[in-house]
């Protein structure tokens, strides 16, 4: 009987799957492969294929596979995480110009609600041994947040982005004056975030730097809610010119 194509497909399948009970990688490879050629954006196929390919170590294969899949429209999550995989693949192979671009294309899905993707990209960057790139990513994403109507989420998502160029400055780059000026960019975005504060004020302290101090503090103090607010601060201004 001639089968149509759905029935060549689920034939197919089911010959793939044997092959895969015998442990046989080629040829379960090449019957997905036949697959793929009825389908060409079959999920499941696609996804099988790069879990093999990745296996064996099939780089060229794997990146193929996976740009199948972004081909297929995939959900804002599906594509993301496809995309991380194209950035490990092309830096399994040494290309490290094609990670890193895979890994700012990541980086474009941030949003307010979910700055994720910043935090993987800038991840990724640091990983390839690009850590100052990776915190100057992350504080032009950060500049590229803040819905001025949604002041609450605007605020959570950029301190998290700081937060991270901060400790990415000091852990990957060793380099407290980069460190200091994430900290004190974020705080002027996000003045009331107690961890960029901290970070600020002992950084400062460590490089002796009282000229960008004072002019920190100022802001913070022309910003500060109430007089409470403001007297906290002023008593925590005090405190740092004394250790100084």
Known sequence: AVQDGAEKVATLRTIAALHRERGDRAAEAR?????????TRDASTLARLG???AETGERERLGAVLALELEGEPTPEKRRGTLLRLASAARAKGDLEQSEAFLREVATAATDDDPSPL??????????????????LLREGARGLGDPDRAALRGSAVERVYREAVRLALRGLEDARVALDAAV????RVPGSSTLLVAFETLALQL???DLAERTYGSLL??????????ALAYRQGRWLEQV
């Open 119 to 136: 935090l993987d990209a800038a991840f990724g960057l640091a990983e390839l041994g690009r850590a100052r790139e990776a915190v100057r």
């Open 31 to 39: 019957t997905h492969l036949r697959v793929l050629a009825m389908s």
């Open 222 to 231: 022309e910003r500060a809610m109430g007089p409470h607010g403001r007297q």
């Open 51 to 53: 879990a093999l390919y």
């Open 208 to 210: 002796k730097d009282v």
């Open 185 to 188: 960019e974020g705080l002027d």
